[in-house]
T-cell receptor, first 116, second 115 residues
Framework: DAGVIQSPRHEVTEMGQEVTLRCKPI?????LFWYRQTMMRGLELLIY????????DSGMPEDRFSAKMPNASFSTLKIQPSEPRDSAVYFC??????????????FGQGTRLTVV | LAKTTQPISMDSYEGQEVNITCSHN???????ITWYQQFPSQGPRFIIQ???TKVTNEVASLFIPADRKSSTLSLPRVSLSDTAVYYC????????????????FGQGTTLQVKP
């Protein structure tokens, strides 16, 4: 398997524009996680899905952020409208089962978002 | 989830053994200790996980004392390529009413290996 695939790798957009980040989890993984990483706040969990259903979105910063998982092989994180403070690296991760003993999360390469 | 405390940064030289200690005074009975590694411009990756005593794999060893209030990640004979951020996570990953299935990362320890 190619691992967790995120696109694009880099995104530069203007303030106010809509941004869509994409993620393809590892085949067979039932859990999908979206994280955001900044120097100031480190790695923050935004939302996670189990079998395409959002389980916990308490980390989503505000209504400008939304995430969907229409099927087991695809998820999107959308920011509308984008703001400069949304600039960060966004990671997607997937796991086979609940993060228990012997289970690990596999992370993608991330999308570096810059909002100017 | 139990709060963890790790040094912000550490320096080492190639060939040395590096030990990174993580404090988790409020660790619960069902909690496991997991370490992740993050190289620059990459996502974190799983290194090792344990509950008590010692765990060893091809990458590292994890030492956990009997009281489990701390743990030490040991990297034998580091090389320049071991320069990364190392995260200690503690949580009830397996089950129970408190299990949320989430991975919550702290600040991590930035390890710089010098030639």
């Amino acid at each position: 398997d190619a691992g967790v695939i995120q696109s694009p790798r880099h995104e530069v957009t203007e303030m106010g524009q809509e941004v869509t980040l994409r993620c393809k989890p590892i085949s067979g993984h039932d859990y999908l996680f979206w994280y955001r990483q900044t120097m100031m706040r480190g790695l923050e969990l935004l939302i996670y899905f189990n079998n395409n259903v959002p389980i916990d979105d308490s980390g989503m910063p505000e209504d400008r952020f939304s995430a969907k998982m229409p099927n087991a092989s695809f998820s999107t994180l959308k920011i509308q409208p984008s703001e400069p403070r949304d600039s960060a690296v966004y990671f997607c991760a997937s796991s086979f089962s609940p993060l228990g003993v012997g289970t690990e999360a596999f992370f993608g390469q991330g999308t570096r978002l810059t909002v100017v | 989830l139990a709060k963890t405390t790790q040094p912000i940064s550490m320096d080492s030289y190639e060939g040395q053994e590096v030990n990174i200690t993580c404090s988790h005074n409020n660790i619960a009975t069902n909690d496991y200790i997991t370490w992740y590694q993050q190289f620059p411009s990459q996502g974190p990756r799983f290194i090792i996980q344990g509950y008590k005593t010692k765990v060893t794999n091809e990458v590292a060893s994890l030492f956990i004392p009997a009281d489990r209030k701390s743990s030490t990640l040991s990297l034998p004979r580091v090389s320049l390529s071991d320069t990364a951020v190392y995260y200690c996570l503690v949580g009830d990953f397996e089950g129970g009413s408190g299990n949320t299935g989430k991975l919550i990362f702290g600040q991590g320890t930035t390890l710089q290996v010098k030639p």
